[in-house]
């Protein structure tokens, strides 16, 4: 039992590191800190930076357009977070009221989904923290201000090279798919196991919903290569059973022999196209 706790508790998901979202998220965090001290104002800074993290929990690795809208929502709740958190600290009936309003909301907020869930939470904790100590109305809005600026930041980085590569993360979700089918193609078929490729074929599916109301060309073609994706995967799983089936025969069938052939032939082919 403790083994197995131990093991959950330091096993890395190897398949959640992002590095390029670290790194700019360090970034924004880091930028104002510097800057905060160099010119002088290290409490601005602070606050800033503070903005900054809080609302780079919302980075992802979705499209440009949606993890803009979501991440600039963030500013506005982590500044408003602030700003109403610093005023309710005046007396503590204020601040228990203000903080048990603001957790019922952020409670409900779960219905929307995980995201909306832990922004909800992030701004919670935001709030109690500058709960802490009272500011005055000035005061209080100057750091809100500071706060959605370090959003406005972190967010400005997240959405960089949006004009560079427009389709950017739409491209690497289609590639990740076509990754993934290479790899079914050529792993063997098991009736216990699930259904493989479905994680990337939902996160393309997701990813690529932005994309309904784009009528141009690349557009288009990502839209049409996640449909034959789809298609792709169902007669590979087909081909993989018929496989699996026909090699467990103890004489040797050569409809066997050539399926896994072609599997192969697949999963080569695949690695050109992702």
Aim: hydrophobic letters at 50%.
């Amino acid at each position: 039992m403790a083994n197995a706790f131990w093991q959950t508790v330091v096993r890395i998901d190897a398949a959640r590191l992002t590095p390029e979202i670290a790194v700019r998220n360090t970034l924004g965090l880091i930028a104002p800190l510097v800057i905060g001290g160099l010119t002088g104002h290290p409490a601005g800074g602070a606050v800033v930076a503070i903005g900054a993290l809080n609302v780079c929990f919302s980075d992802s690795r979705e499209a440009y357009a949606v993890r803009g809208r979501r991440m600039l929502l963030a500013s506005v709740l982590v500044g408003l977070a602030v700003v109403m958190g610093a005023l309710s600290a005046r007396t503590s009936t204020t601040a228990t009221l203000a903080e048990t309003l603001w957790a019922f909301c952020a409670g409900m907020l779960i219905v929307l989904g995980q995201r909306a869930g832990d922004l909800g939470t992030v701004t919670l904790v935001t709030m109690i923290v500058f709960g802490a100590n009272q500011l005055s109305p000035h005061d209080a809005l100057t750091s809100g201000a500071l706060a959605f600026v370090g959003g406005l930041i972190q967010t400005a980085l997240s959405v960089s090279i949006w004009p560079v590569r427009p389709y950017g993360p739409e491209r690497d979700v289609i590639a990740d798919l076509y990754r993934s089918l290479s790899t079914l193609a050529v792993s063997p078929a098991g009736s216990t196991s699930a259904p493989p490729a479905t994680t990337e074929v939902v996160r393309a599916n997701e990813t690529l919903l932005s994309l309904e109301a784009d009528r141009s060309l690349e557009a288009e073609q990502l839209i049409f290569m996640l449909n034959q994706g789809e298609r792709l995967r169902l007669s590979l799983l087909t081909l993989r059973r018929l496989a699996h089936r026909l090699a467990r025969n103890e004489q040797s069938n050569p409809a066997a022999d050539q399926l896994r052939v072609i599997l192969d032939e697949a999963g080569a082919g695949g690695l050109p196209i992702a």
